[in-house]
């Protein structure tokens, strides 16, 4: 028979462990994300939505974590936005360690994809990968259903910037 202190240590230590996990990948609903990019400041926020098991999202999210060392002076921040279910967060974070993903990485805590699809974009047909560039302050959204190489990011993410100036 095991002691009780060695499973409330081993209960602990799982508990630690889904807790650093949980730190590494958060949970975001829509609304928590509005909210955030409401607070941003003038922040460019570039928000691409990925999932691990596309494989044009994957072969992009280099470019992503390019773009936000370019560009760390700036004020801009990529957010790697996993459309994995809920259940997979153990592999997204496993994903993005063997990545060594940088960039902040937070997983979509939506159902009901009729209902999130639309609010991220009108546009949106609901295919990924997809990238919403956002500057609450100036008024900036603009939407790409595409992949990026990226040349094409950085000029979308220039040219976005450089609007309204």
């Not at 209960?11 to 949970?27: C, D, T």
């Not at 999130?116 to 990238?131: R, V």
Request: glycine content about 4%.
């Amino acid at each position: 028979m095991k002691k009780p202190g060695v499973i409330l240590a081993a209960i602990l230590l799982l508990s630690a462990a889904f807790a650093g996990a949980q730190e590494r990948v958060p949970f975001i609903t829509l609304n928590r994300l509005e909210q955030r990019l409401g607070n941003g400041g003038d922040t460019t926020f570039v928000i691409n939505l990925w999932a691990t098991w596309c494989a044009p999202c994957v072969s992009e999210l280099p470019h992503f974590e390019r773009l936000q060392q370019t560009y760390a002076s700036k004020p801009l921040r990529v957010l790697l936005v996993s459309l994995d279910r809920k259940e997979k967060h153990d592999a997204v974070v496993n994903f993005i360690e063997s990545k060594g993903l940088k960039s902040e990485v937070l997983l979509l805590d939506e159902k009901d994809e009729q209902y999130f699809i639309p609010k991220i974009s009108q546009h949106w047909s609901g295919a990924i990968p997809a990238t919403l560039f956002v500057n609450t302050q100036r008024g900036i959204q603009v939407f790409r259903e595409q992949e990026f190489d990226y040349e094409q990011l950085e000029n979308d993410y220039l040219s976005i910037v450089h609007q309204n100036n």
